[in-house]
């Protein structure tokens, strides 16, 4: 009997995973499809829609949201979406432009005079549109974003440190900050917040009620996937990653039946159920190219795309002869690709674990609805990520490329730790554990293993990030032969970026302070005096002709003037023990004062 109701159970649970196969003769085949794309790229699971005109062909689901409990995926089962995410905060500039609020082609200082390029042509003149379409010259700086605790406000005042790879206009370069500026403009413009406006604008009015804007909201949900990662075959769960502060350029967690509701809007010119949601004249230009990316002539992979530019939050391109207008998304254990093709009237949306699941299953049923003849997307795609894995791990191998064996780092480990800031990145705290360096940037925690002289392999151990290959973490000394900064290549085609040690002052009070006063003649010049003196629980440095300097306590009788790097005053004792001299060191040279 136990038998019996072990395999009701079972036949239940296979019919529950199984029964969401589509009824649509174009898409037969899709639930075997699907399944083994499942198993060869040993995914969880991934949900699907499909849409033609005004109808709504196929929502549903395949493999697991929860592997362990063994439920399973269905047409509400809540995924993050990520860039994908895109095309809904641009559609927002798109209705304020209708109502006469913004006007893409203005330099967007208009309305956001926060927003500071490093580049003063780029602040003059980088418009809304440059902004929509990664026109603006700057690449995408994501490890500044990237897991971090910082604001949206924080995030947004980075964007001014960070380096341009191109001039405004010249180049097309994908950057997600350029969509968080749009987020804070469209807070701007309506006087609320980001979050209010996809709700009042977008979700409600389509009725996107299974649909929010956090993994916050997201884990309460009754019906939500988990994230997922694969490593040598094996499939495990991972804890959300929070993106709220980017919330503009990615934190969209859907299912695929609101998703249906959101490209049959488009296909429909903006219209859903007869009301106009997306201006048609916005949806037009949201389409067309805007700004080219690459080249158009078919690349020799993938000889079925070619033509491909981007529009508003919207990548277009012609896929085997069919217009696309297509977007994807990845946030940590999510891919989802959304798409449609205008002249067809035909929306796709996937969303999965895997990459190449959302992306085979996309182009299964394309071409099926298409009426196009058979690709092996599966093998094709199976193929292409092995190829550039494999690539990845030749680029690891050979990581002694330039290595210098048997060096030793300049100082003791313990020199090294502290903490690095860089207005543009945040910050990185090192501390020594167990006779090693251990790393937190953002929320994520790395391990540096000693690569040669004063350079160390930044090890990713972050679980959803394990598959990155080591950074290389280069530490400088100043003048005084301490530990200054460390530099990381976080950043192709720019400069490396900067992190400047943290001086970490000592606790002393005024009394411990006024021991230091009084006046230090120069031996250098006599007769020139250096004053020093407390002001409320401070100790300060003048020198005439020069500015007044406040003086931080770094070790005993050590000071650093604060706005000078490489810059410090030690004082020495008498026998007596009393303050009877000083010594600025500085990069030019060590300048002794005697205390008068």
Request: glycine content about 8%.
């Amino acid at each position: 009997m136990k038998k019996i109701n072990f395999l009701f159970a079972s036949l239940l649970l296979f019919a529950n995973i199984y029964s969401q196969s589509p009824t649509d003769p174009r898409l037969k085949g899709l639930d075997t499809f699907a399944l083994k794309v499942l198993k060869d790229w040993h995914a969880a699971g991934v949900t699907i829609a499909v849409v033609e005109k005004n109808k709504v062909i196929y929502t549903g689901g395949f493999g697991y949201r929860d592997m362990d409990k063994k439920l399973p995926v269905t047409e509400n089962t809540q995924f993050a979406i990520g860039s994908c995410s895109k095309a809904f905060t641009a559609s927002i500039l798109g209705m304020l432009v209708n109502d006469g609020k913004a006007d893409l082609d203005k330099p967007v200082k208009n309305y956001l005079p926060e927003l500071k390029f490093q580049n003063e042509y780029t602040n003059d003149h980088a418009t809304l549109r440059d902004m929509m379409c990664h026109r603006t010259g700057l690449p995408r700086h994501d490890v500044s974003w990237y897991a971090s605790w910082a604001t949206r406000n924080e995030l947004l005042e980075r964007i001014q440190y960070m380096e341009p790879t191109a001039e405004l206009r010249a180049k097309w370069q994908y950057n997600n900050f350029m969509f968080l500026a749009q987020g804070v403009v469209i807070e701007k413009l309506t006087g609320k917040s980001w979050e209010e406006n996809m709700k009042e604008k977008i979700l409600k009015p389509l009725g996107m009620d299974n649909t929010n804007l956090s993994t916050t909201d997201m884990e309460k949900s009754t019906d939500h996937s988990l994230a997922f990662v694969t490593k040598d075959s094996s499939v495990k769960s991972i804890p959300y990653r929070n993106i709220d502060a980017m919330g503009p350029a990615g934190s969209v967690n859907s299912c695929a039946k609101d998703m249906a509701k959101w490209l049959i809007t488009w296909i429909n010119n903006g219209k859903y159920k007869g009301k106009e949601i997306i201006p048609s004249s916005y949806r037009n230009e949201a389409m067309t190219i805007q700004m080219a990316i690459g080249g158009g002539a078919p690349a020799a992979e993938n000889p079925d795309v070619h033509i491909t530019g981007y529009g508003f939050g919207w990548m277009i391109s012609s896929y085997r002869g069919h217009y696309r207008v297509e977007h994807g998304g990845g946030i940590d254990g999510f891919i989802t690709t959304t798409g449609f093709f205008p002249s067809d009237s035909i929306g796709i949306f996937v969303s999965s674990n895997q990459g190449g699941v959302s992306s085979s299953i996309r182009n299964f049923i394309a071409d099926r609805m298409l009426k196009l003849s058979y690709r092996n997307w599966n093998k094709y795609l199976l193929d292409a990520n092995k190829k550039a894995a494999d690539a990845a791990k030749s680029v690891i191998k050979n990581d002694s490329t330039g290595h210098v064996f048997n060096t030793k780092p300049t100082h003791d480990l313990k020199d090294y730790a502290g903490t690095y800031k860089s207005p543009g990145y945040g910050s990185i705290d090192i501390t020594l554990k167990d006779g090693g360096l251990i790393s937190k940037f953002n929320s994520i925690d790395i391990r540096l293993d000693h690569y040669h002289y004063d350079q160390f392999n930044a090890i990713i151990l972050d679980p959803s990030l394990e598959d990155q290959g080591p950074i290389r973490f280069s530490f400088h000394t100043d003048v005084s032969g301490k530990i200054s900064k460390l530099t990381a290549p976080f950043e192709a085609g720019v400069k490396d970026i900067e992190f400047e040690k943290e001086t970490k002052a000592m606790d002393l009070n005024k009394s411990d302070l006024k021991k230091y006063e009084g006046e230090y003649e120069m031996e250098i010049a006599p007769g020139q005096f250096a004053k020093f003196y407390v002001k409320g629980e401070k100790l300060y440095a003048f020198i005439e002709g020069q500015p007044e300097y406040e003086l931080v306590p770094v070790e005993k009788n050590i000071f650093d003037l604060k706005i000078l790097k490489g810059y410090s005053v030690k004082f020495e004792e008498n026998e007596k023990g009393e303050i009877s001299s000083c010594s600025f060191v500085q990069p030019n040279g060590t300048f002794k004062a005697k205390k008068k």
